[in-house]
């Protein structure tokens, strides 16, 4: 009898631990407990593009993941899958139509999409842009790479590789403005941490490969002590590393690229292409969603930490810049597609 | 003898109930639980800067609380009282030895806080830098106003105040980058959208409120049909404020200023200054402490959704633009500091 009142007793001290446990776990802001940041299961953001399949965006989706289950919230991947401006602004809509959470859009078009993005401010659907922006639509910022400081980048590393002297070249998509941007900052970081290195030509890849090759072969024949060439996108680099293959300059001519598709990685990997610059896709993906989150907490659930701010007009940073990585033949293998 | 084995089922029910929920509660990942993002309450994040008693840091500061508070995580705000370069570093060096989770730096100079800075990151200690910058440091990033961006902004308000035609004047600090970029970003913004605006005079108002007036009296005179001046700092804004006053210019010469201390709100309040451009300070806090809490974790704990990350180099995104709000009579009210 006296067992079974201890044993009575111990029941009843844990049925009070229970209501005890309970009762502060489930009280907001319990002294007791960290619930953290998150959301509801139910709760879905849903990423929208164009060219859906494409590996480059894998790692922008696999960010948006990431931040989903940190925070306990889901997501959806949707788009065009052909490069289709109507098709994508056809699956923005129906995507809105369904009232999501949030949505993160890389716009095929930097106009095409504003009306969309204009009906999903008028339901209160908070949308941020990233990879490619659509800067006079009503997407509350923003996030992707910085392409002039990509090109000071690309000019800093190929000042490491080819000394403090001698001859560069790009090869460009003159007609875009990214890789204008890029240029520049190739061009003027040269003139005023490198005034040795000389910029002797600026040439037009087209973003073709074969066209792209012709133009470095072109280059090298025309100065013969070249020491380097940026390209400011994937396919032209190939192009590149083709040229310098054939002309056998490897070793002299050091080909900076761009993007981080199969075919570069693996002339980085052999040594063709002395580095290329990877954009911070995940982050993109990522620091989208963490954004989305706070929006649609803000307007929704007056959340403790935005609450001061709500009334306020700064809802998210405007731009964020989700930085450059140098891939080269020491930490290739990291980026290729899993 | 019947009730008592009832109430002991039920007691024994109570406690398989509890070590259900404690188990699934506890585990990591469990499905049936989120726990979201969050950290320790002894991890603990240090914002340190200089002038630590002015109204300007209160909401960087306050963001950065609410951020830790969001995050289950503490912090402490440390810095110089003095405007003292060398105060600024000493702080920064004690805060580093006593090893905190990370910390986020407003440079009192661009260059002076570096050493410092680097010892940090030897000692595995995430440092981002908020406000002003210390670009050749180690720092991982930087978040604070984008002041070409700002100047853009003011030009497009200033026209939609003074109309598509006029004459229009700046006082600024000419030998600062960061006036530098607020005027090259209103002068630039004009020219390519305002082209029936012309900007017909910078002055130099030496960040100080009476040589400010004196600028802004001489600008009238010369310019008896100007139409409105976009003054980089708060000083200068109220200076110019009273210049408009003395002239009896209100309503013909519009002034848009910068920040938002006490002074230059309360000549929002009663109309003298049309506008003010206030700086995103919560979000340059708040964004903080959520990137250090990010560096943090990938290095110690390897979170999930940075685990993939982790050896790449994208640890943060690179910069963080916090984002201008146009201050006017209708919600200046909600910019006083509390």
């Given at each position: 009898?006296?067992?079974?009142?201890?044993l009575?007793?111990?029941?009843?001290?844990?049925?009070?631990?229970?209501?005890?446990?309970?009762?502060?776990?489930?009280?907001?802001?319990?002294?007791?407990?960290?619930?953290?940041?998150?959301?509801?299961?139910?709760?879905?953001?849903?990423?929208v593009?164009?060219?859906?399949?494409?590996d480059?965006w894998?790692?922008?989706?696999?960010?948006f993941?990431?931040?989903?289950?940190?925070?306990?919230?889901?997501v959806e991947?949707?788009?065009?899958?052909?490069y289709?401006?109507?098709?994508?602004?056809?699956?923005?809509?129906?995507v809105?139509?369904?009232?999501?959470?949030?949505?993160?859009?890389?716009a095929?078009?930097?106009?095409a999409?504003?009306?969309?993005?204009?009906?999903?401010a008028?339901?209160?659907?908070?949308?941020?842009?990233f990879?490619?922006d659509?800067?006079?639509s009503?997407?509350?910022s923003?996030?992707?790479?910085d392409?002039?400081s990509?090109?000071?980048?690309?000019?800093?590393?190929?000042a490491?590789?080819?000394?403090?002297?001698?001859?560069?070249g790009?090869?460009?998509?003159?007609?875009?403005?990214?890789?204008?941007e890029?240029?520049?900052?190739f061009?003027?970081?040269?003139?005023a941490e490198?005034?040795?290195?000389?910029?002797?030509?600026?040439?037009?890849g087209?973003?073709?490969?074969?066209?792209?090759e012709?133009q470095?072969?072109?280059?090298?024949?025309l100065?013969?002590?070249l020491?380097?060439i940026?390209?400011?996108?994937a396919?032209g680099?190939v192009?590149a590393g083709?040229?310098?293959?054939?002309?056998?300059?490897?070793?002299?001519?050091?080909?900076?690229?761009?993007?981080?598709?199969?075919?570069t990685l693996?002339?980085?990997?052999?040594?063709?292409?002395?580095?290329?610059?990877a954009?911070?896709?995940?982050?993109?993906?990522?620091?989208?969603?963490?954004?989305?989150?706070?929006?649609?907490?803000?307007?929704?659930?007056?959340m403790?930490?935005?609450?001061?701010?709500g009334?306020?007009?700064?809802?998210?940073p405007?731009y964020?810049?989700?930085?450059?990585?140098?891939?080269t033949r020491?930490?290739?293998?990291?980026?290729y597609?899993?």
């Open positions: 009898m006296k067992k079974l009142l201890l009575y007793l111990v029941l009843i001290v844990t049925f009070m631990a229970y209501l005890y446990t309970a009762y502060f776990r489930e009280s907001d802001g319990g002294m007791n407990t960290v619930t953290g940041l998150h959301g509801e299961r139910d709760e879905k953001y849903v990423m593009n164009f060219l859906t399949g494409i480059y894998k790692n922008a989706l696999k960010g993941e990431d931040a989903a289950e940190a925070l306990g919230v889901s991947y949707r788009g065009s899958t052909r289709d401006v109507h098709e994508e602004a056809m699956v923005l809509e129906q809105i139509a369904r009232k999501p959470a949030g949505i993160a859009v890389s095929i078009n930097s106009e999409l504003n009306a969309a993005i204009a009906k999903a008028e339901a209160g659907i908070p949308v941020v842009m990879d490619s659509a800067p006079n009503k997407a509350l923003f996030l992707g790479t392409n002039y990509a090109g000071a980048t690309a000019a800093r590393h190929i490491e590789l080819a000394g403090s002297e001698g001859k560069v790009i090869i460009t998509h003159p007609n875009q403005l990214n890789h204008q890029r240029t520049k900052g061009d003027e970081t040269l003139r490198f005034p040795g290195l000389e910029l002797v030509s600026i040439a037009d087209k973003g073709d490969q074969l066209e792209s012709k470095a072969l072109a280059m090298m024949r100065h013969p002590d020491a380097g940026f390209v400011t996108e396919n680099g192009g083709n040229a310098v293959l054939k002309e056998s300059k490897l070793g002299q001519v050091r080909i900076i690229s761009f993007d981080t598709n199969k075919g693996d002339m980085v990997k052999s040594g063709t292409i002395a580095a290329t610059l954009q911070g896709t995940w982050n993109m993906g990522y620091w989208s969603l963490m954004q989305l989150f706070h929006a649609h907490h803000e307007r929704s659930d007056g403790p930490e935005s609450r001061d701010l009334s306020v007009a700064f809802p998210l405007a964020v810049d989700t930085g450059i990585s140098v891939v020491a930490n290739v293998d990291r980026y597609a899993k």
